[in-house]
């Protein structure tokens, strides 16, 4: 079932005209990469911060599909490993753009491995959302187009994104009201 587009993702341009957003399909993007050696920790398993690396390098593509334009990354939220992945096994990092403001996006990234030695079903190994920003050629913040969530499952997830974002924004201001009472 499709969620027909709200008002509330279209927005005026500097023209006076209403600008459609984008769908969260129109920058999904998938990377495949098998792990070596190279990518291990001192266990023997691929290090988290290569994980991380791919995680921002392709929320980093996500980001500037959807802002037609380079996009910095400006926050780090709720990253979890929850598998360890091992050499030989083929990473796969999905990242959609879940959320669109006025010049930042959230990107919401899963990363699943197939096992190098299984044909079974890929194992999810982490997850992570990053706020992108989207930038001009002297790196000042820039508009970017709404998004505008197709199906049921989009709008979950952009309601989902919602709530990460006033909950960043609370934290901010409670972590400067503490700075002004020291």
Sequence with gaps: MSVAPSNAHARAS???ATE?????????????????????NLLGTVHGG????LVD??????????SEGPAVTAFMD??????????????????????AGRT????????????????????????????????DDARRPRPVPPLVPQTEEEQRHYQQAEIRRRHRLTLREDLRGTQSAA
């Design 14 to 16: 500097q023209g006076g």
């Design 20 to 40: 459609i957003g984008k769908s969260p399909s129109e920058s999904r993007l998938t990377l495949g990469q098998i792990m070596d050696d190279h990518d291990t």
């Design 50 to 53: 290569e994980i991380l690396k």
């Design 57 to 66: 390098s392709v929320a980093g593509v996500v980001a500037a599909r959807h």
């Design 78 to 99: 709720e990253v979890a490993f929850l598998a360890p992945v091992r050499v030989g096994d083929v990473l796969h990092v999905d990242a959609v753009c879940t959320w």
């Design 104 to 135: 930042s996006m959230e990107v919401s990234v899963t990363a699943r491995a197939d096992r190098w030695d299984s044909s079974g079903p890929q194992t999810t190994v982490a997850t992570a959302h990053l706020v992108m920003v989207a930038v």
